[in-house]
């Protein structure tokens, strides 16, 4: 059960902090959350999983670190919760991030998770989390090279270019570290 006190506390502390608009107040709530309320059940393999900052390492968390598979909750952006499809996406590849973030270069280039949804025809990439199993990683790596001419096809349609073979060292390094 949350506690009004605390809710109101970090409202007003969004307030003192010029936070005004109603996203960065809920932003804020979101951070400071417990883990028993901000995680949830994989709907693929059951295990429970957390939502928390500090595990996870991202603020909209929707697949699981254990299968990589995902749920279709987000219809715009990152974290929207707004898609009423709420079927499953399975993981079919890995990309780059194409845009670079306004806090230094570092994020240009960041490996993300290519979903399809099983539900309709949507197609998502997510940020992989910090606790992400590595080995489904390379495992999701390994089977998007078998993907066909036309699924590649419709992949480039919606402007995401999966990785291909010739990637293979970038994401070992990224998963693994150098060696």
Not at 36 to 41: I, S
Not at 59 to 69: G, K, S, V
Not at 80 to 98: F, H, S, V, W, Y
Request: proline share 3%.
């Amino acid at each position: 059960m949350r506690d009004p006190y605390t809710d109101l506390y970090l409202e007003e502390a969004c307030l003192r902090t010029r936070m005004h608009s109603r996203a960065s107040r809920q932003g804020m709530l979101r951070l400071f959350r417990s883990e028993a309320e901000d995680g949830f059940m994989c709907k693929r393999c059951g295990s429970y999983v957390s939502s928390a900052l500090a595990l996870a390492g991202v603020l909209n968390r929707n697949h699981c670190p254990y299968c990589l598979w995902s749920r279709h909750v987000d219809l715009y952006q990152s974290g929207d919760r707004l898609c009423a499809c709420k079927e499953l996406m399975r993981p079919i590849g890995l990309t780059r991030k194409q845009t670079r973030k306004k806090y230094g270069p570092t994020a240009l280039g960041e490996l993300m998770l290519v979903h399809a949804c099983t539900g309709c025809p949507g197609v998502s990439i997510n940020r992989l989390a910090a606790d992400d199993d590595a080995q489904v990683v390379m495992r999701v790596f390994d089977r998007s090279l078998e993907m066909d001419a036309s699924g590649l096809a419709q992949l480039a349609a919606r402007g995401i270019q999966p990785l291909g073979a010739e990637s293979r060292s970038l994401v070992e390094r990224h998963l693994f570290g150098n060696n």
